[in-house]
């Protein structure tokens, strides 16, 4: 039984696998002396899967290529290749190796005695998951499967009335959507079948309309619903950023709303019977140091509707928590794009529950009831037969004109997307002076000139947030809020975003490189740990302070002397004595994964001469992409690497796309 755990020492120490994952292995062994070697090889490369966010190992791709489903460095394969060849060639002897342990529990089959591994999925796409994660997906699919297969009751002559009304076009003059729309409206299809769902799935990427589409259907929901009744609406993000920015969307739409219905519907109190946007953390009330929420299924949340936005970012945890918290009877309204990259944890929730979104593959039923509420007619590509028709594609739109994201910044996001990288790379080269721009650089410091000058036809840079700290902030309380104001959203016009963490290339060595040269130029005041305009990123969750994982704040001088953080929910500030803030860091460059949520003036992404694996993909770059408003800067160490990108996508394995489809 050592030699396999030996062999998972080599591959520790050559850096293929994690402590963790051999430490998981010898665990299974000490329980099980008899396990097979497939067994602790399975276990070991399980674990190795969960750390890069795979909720569950396909054995099938495990004997039939582990080098491709591992994708480690060289001289990996080889070792691979060496390791496998010793051990059984064919599917059904590693099922037996795992059948046969009492570590193993076949779901469906075997007696739940609390075995921490689990074999799962089909007879011909078998998965082995930690337990933990199997409850979760589970949970996640149970509940799912129940909301979709019970649509709630609608008058769909009271809907189509206030969905005319809610869509129609802008008065002359009104530039929101005064544009004659062509073809289908996805918005309006869209509050359609969210109207009448538990769960609704709203997907689309940046400027198809999806918060501008969520405050449609809030007031289509407060029209259908009785005067009298008091109706709780919560809106929840998983960052504090993409939670203000969602809040502040949604009362720009709602008060334009307003002034369209001249007085059919009270929007404004609609809008302050929402109350603040929260992160899921704060919202399910995450406790320190524990995965438990204050919030569960016997402490349920006190809601009707609960919108979340950048469902993207959600890991299965999260998602089970909040299935487990949302009452039976309250809607939940999924925002996001499906494109985007998945959480750092374990999970694609929202990928899995898109995977066929473009498709529609809409019922006879559902297409009648949107021909009912909305007088549109869908295609009949979009269409699948009843009894083929799944459950949860019912409650799912995919929002597909952008109104807002175009020009070359959308066309370079739509050619990466379809990993086209020739056009990709012509959009990049087009225009040395326009709106993006390919800067190929062997050394970082091109990134960092960027942050302090900008480029030509793009000049925002980190100049803007610090001219507006060197102007004397006020001391009396309001205008010093406004100064505040303008200091961040000065901040937010320039970002640098990396593929990396660490090195030269990546966000820590950036950050550590952009605060010399804003030092040596004069430009920041201060020195030590906390200065006037540190720009800082929280690292974890403390709900005491009201700071939660992924915030971006900036420390300032306060009123009343000393520095501060301040954070920005939409028009309101929070902020924290920089002495109680024991877990951050500098910002002024992050890693893509950590920008989502976000958006900003001017956006440059740095990705390194070389990213192994996952690390550099197709969605990494879209991401980073979409981040921007208004300039877009790739700097590569060669542009070959922006290829290397495009070739890789993100795949997660999951068995929770095959559960919902029962």
């Known amino acids: 039984m050592n030699a396999p755990l030996e062999l998972l020492q080599q591959w520790v120490d050559a850096g293929w696998l994690r402590h963790l994952d051999r430490a998981l292995a010898r665990w299974v062994a000490e329980l099980d002396p008899q396990a097979h070697p497939e067994l602790l090889m399975a276990t070991a ?129 009104q530039a929101a959507d005064a544009e004659a729309r062509t073809g289908i409206d996805w918005q309006q299809l ?14 689309g990427g940046p400027g198809t309309g999806k918060t501008y589409t969520a405050a449609r259907l809030l007031a289509l929901l407060a029209a259908m619903e009785p005067p009298d009744r008091p109706w709780r609406v919560a809106l929840a993000a998983p960052t504090g950023k993409a939670a203000a920015r969602l809040r502040q969307s949604i ?48 402490h349920p949340l006190d809601v009707d509707v609960l919108l979340v936005d950048e469902a993207s ?16 009877n309250a809607r939940l309204v999924l925002l996001g794009d499906k494109d985007q990259l998945a959480s ?91 709106g993006v721009h390919l800067l190929a650089s062997p050394d970082p410091a091109a990134a960092v000139q960027l942050a302090l000058r900008g480029r030509v036809g793009a000049p925002a840079c980190y100049r803007d947030y610090l001219r507006a700290l060197s102007v004397q902030a006020p001391a009396d309380e309001a205008p010093h809020a406004a100064w505040v104001h303008s200091v961040l959203q000065a901040f937010d016009g320039f970002r640098l975003l990396c593929a990396v963490r660490e090195g030269p290339w990546g966000a820590a060595g950036l950050n550590r490189a952009v ?25 974890r969750n403390d709900a005491g302070l009201g700071v939660f994982n992924g915030d971006i704040g900036i420390a300032l001088p306060a009123p009343g002397g000393g520095l501060r953080a301040y954070f920005a929910d939409g028009p309101h500030l929070r902020s924290v004595g920089v002495a109680r803030l024991a877990h951050v860091e500098t910002a002024f460059a992050m890693t893509v994964h950590k920008s989502q949520g976000s958006e900003f003036g001017h956006t440059v992404l740095v990705l390194p001469p070389q ?39 993100t795949q997660r394995s999951s ?4 559960r919902l489809a029962v």
């Open 45 to 173: 490369v399980l674990a190795h899967l969960e750390g890069r966010g795979h909720t569950c190992l396909p054995l099938d791709a495990l004997v039939r290529d582990p080098a491709a489903l591992l994708a480690w460095p060289a001289p990996a394969p080889q070792a691979l290749a060496q390791a496998w060849h010793a051990l059984p060639q064919r599917l059904d002897d590693w099922l037996h190796a795992l059948r046969s342990s009492p570590v193993v529990r076949e779901e469906g089959a075997a007696q739940d005695a609390g075995q921490p591994l689990v074999l799962g999925g089909s007879a011909s796409a078998p998965l082995l998951y930690l337990r933990r994660y199997w409850g979760y997906e589970t949970r996640v699919a149970q509940a799912l499967r129940e909301r979709a297969h019970a649509p709630l009751p609608v008058d769909e002559a009271l809907a189509s009335q206030w969905l005319a009304r809610l869509f129609a076009p802008a008065p002359q003059g």
């Open 190 to 203: 869209a509050c359609a079948v969210a109207l009448r769902s538990r769960v609704a799935v709203l997907t």
């Open 251 to 298: 009362d720009g739409a709602l008060q334009d709303l307003q002034a369209r219905l001249q007085g059919a519907l009270d929007l404004q109190a609609l809008a302050q019977r929402l109350g603040p946007a929260r992160t899921l953390h704060a919202l399910l009330g995450a406790r320190p140091l524990t995965r438990q929420m204050r919030h569960h299924a016997g």
């Open 313 to 328: 970012m959600m890991h299965l945890e999260m998602m089970a928590a909040l299935l487990d918290a949302l009452p039976a």
């Open 344 to 434: 750092v944890e374990a999970g694609a929730v929202l990928g899995d529950l898109c995977r066929d979104a473009s498709a529609g593959r809409y019922s006879p039923e559902t297409r009648r009831y949107l021909q009912a509420t909305t007088g549109q007619t869908l295609p009949d590509a979009l269409l699948e037969p009843g009894a083929q028709a799944p459950a949860l594609a019912q409650h799912m739109v995919m929002l597909r004109e952008s109104r807002r994201f175009g020009g070359a910044i959308g066309a370079l996001a739509q050619a990466v997307n379809q990993g086209h990288a020739p056009q990709a790379r012509h959009i990049l080269e087009a225009d040395p002076q326009g």
């Open 515 to 539: 605060e010399s040269a804003l030092r040596s130029a004069g430009l920041l005041p201060g020195r030590g740990e906390w200065y006037a305009g540190r720009p800082i990123m929280v690292t």
């Open 611 to 649: 990213a192994a694996g996952a690390l550099l993909s197709r969605e990494l770059v879209y991401t980073g992409i979409t981040r921007a408003r208004e300039a877009f800067t790739l700097v590569a160490a060669q542009p070959s690497v922006l290829e290397q990108a495009l070739r890789q996508r």
């Open 655 to 658: 068995g929770l796309p095959t």
